[in-house]
């Protein structure tokens, strides 16, 4: 599948959500936060919880999800969480350990053996690449929230103006 056509089917799918346009921006930046975080085994699970939490959408939640964090931006995440993790903690890692856990959780057969994984890197690494994910989510999350807010407001606006017209 060609990556315009698969862009212009996520549109689609965003689109198509309906609901109150905060709720879905909401929901929507919440995923793009959790995509950016190397927490990659338990996207889902986060977004569910957070989204439902704040009572946001939670489909927002989990298709922003998969744009920002796909084959495609799995080690361009993790590399500036790295690196921004090493800037900001007193601990240092390197790219070779990351990359091989990277390597192994995509190709793991089951959560259970991913969070082993996961618990397997240590504390410190696990610190170094939360707090680096987090920074690097957090532009990223505040510049979706409004864009998307933008987006759903111009949707249900479409969709009053259809509505009056039929």
Request: with cysteine; aromatic share 12%; charged share 10%.
């Amino acid at each position: 599948m060609q990556i315009g056509r698969l862009g212009k089917y996520y549109f689609r799918r965003l689109q198509r959500l309906k609901g109150d346009p905060i709720a879905l921006a909401g929901g929507f930046a919440i995923g793009v936060f959790i995509g950016f975080t190397p927490t990659m085994p338990l996207h889902t699970v986060a977004i569910i919880i957070a989204t439902l939490a704040t009572r946001t959408s939670t489909i927002a939640g989990i298709l922003s999800s998969w744009v920002v964090c796909n084959p495609l931006t799995y080690f361009p995440i993790y590399y500036f969480s790295l690196v921004i993790g090493n800037a900001v903690t007193p601990y240092h890692l390197n790219w070779v350990k990351i990359k091989t856990t990277l390597d192994l959780l995509l190709t793991s057969e089951s959560i259970s053996q991913s969070m082993k994984l996961v618990m397997g890197l240590g504390c410190e690494t696990i610190v170094v690449m939360l707090v680096g994910g987090i920074i690097l989510a957090l532009p990223f999350t505040i510049m979706s929230f409004y864009l998307s807010l933008k987006f759903f407001i111009a949707v249900k606006q479409k969709r009053a103006q259809k509505q009056i017209l039929n």
